[in-house]
């Protein structure tokens, strides 16, 4: 089993940044891919970006240029760097793993929650 701890989430102005992390446990070995989605009210969750072991990473549109998905092995944590953020950005951000390329994500963390406002 693997458990997800986020934290890094806050109110900040548009335009600004923030820096979400989430820290991994249990068997780190199995997983082939982690992940961040987001979440807003009344929509549906959303992938943002994925990470796999390789390092290979992908966005979503609405966020390429701006969001950068990195992982710091030592420590089993994967981040979220989040620069020029809007306000549409607003969401509860959750880190997520799989073990496959051809499974659903299993593991997810609790969430924290990003608030873009002035």
């Known amino acids: 089993q693997v458990q997800l701890v986020e934290s890094g989430g806050g109110l900040v102005q548009p335009g600004g940044s923030l820096r979400l992390s989430c820290a991994a446990s249990?068997?780190?070995?199995?997983?082939?891919?982690m992940a961040w989605f987001r979440q807003a009210p009344g929509q549906q969750r959303e992938l943002v970006a994925v990470?796999?072991?390789?390092?290979?990473?992908n966005y979503v549109d609405s966020v390429r240029d701006r969001f950068t998905i990195s992982r710091d092995n030592p420590k089993n944590t994967v981040y979220l760097q989040m620069n020029s953020l809007k306000a549409e950005d607003t969401a509860v951000y959750y880190c997520?793993?799989?073990?496959?390329?051809?499974?659903?994500?299993?593991?997810w963390g609790q969430g924290t929650q990003v608030t873009v406002s002035s």
């Open positions: 997520t793993a799989k073990t496959t390329p051809f499974v659903d994500y299993a593991f």
């Open positions: 249990g068997t780190i070995s199995i997983l082939y891919a």
């Open positions: 990470m796999t072991k390789s390092g290979s990473t």
